[in-house]
């Protein structure tokens, strides 16, 4: 069964910076997507970032470019956001999710299927 568990928001003030930390337990094999996805109240969900099991990566949100990275541990699934130069309108919760490729898989998967494995969330609140 594979787990995922974020943590590390909490409340900022615009400009400030946080880190999200996922970590995983359970067997997601070799080949496989991480990302962060972040939903405010009244909105749809927003995929924010990807990386995959080869440490390919990419901002998938254009709001977030060259504020937020995310990044993978060598050899462990475990993933972050790193988010910088914070704004109102990041404000929302932060899911982690993950998904096994398939044999004939390439990356683009991880930009455009859904993902099976989800975490509870973690608040982010950024204020003005």
């Known amino acids: 069964q594979v787990r995922l568990v974020e943590s590390g928001g909490g409340s900022v003030q615009a400009g400030g910076s946080l880190k999200l930390s996922c970590i995983v337990s359970?067997?997601?094999?070799?080949?496989?997507?991480m990302g962060w996805f972040r939903q405010a109240p009244g909105k749809q969900r927003e995929r924010v970032a990807v990386?995959?099991?080869?440490?390919?990566?990419?901002n998938t949100l254009d709001s977030v470019a060259d504020r937020f990275t995310i990044s993978k541990e060598n050899g462990q699934n475990n993933v972050y956001l790193q988010m910088n130069s914070l704004r109102p309108e990041d404000t929302a919760m932060y899911y982690c999710?993950?998904?096994?490729?398939?044999?004939?898989?390439?990356?683009?998967?991880?930009?455009?299927?859904?993902?099976?494995?989800w975490g509870q969330g973690t608040q982010v609140t950024v204020s003005s």
């Open positions: 990386i995959d099991n080869d440490h390919i990566a990419q």
């Open positions: 999710a993950a998904l096994r490729k398939g044999p004939y898989d390439d990356y683009e998967v991880c930009v455009g299927n859904e993902y099976k494995y």
């Open positions: 359970g067997y997601l094999g070799m080949r496989y997507c």
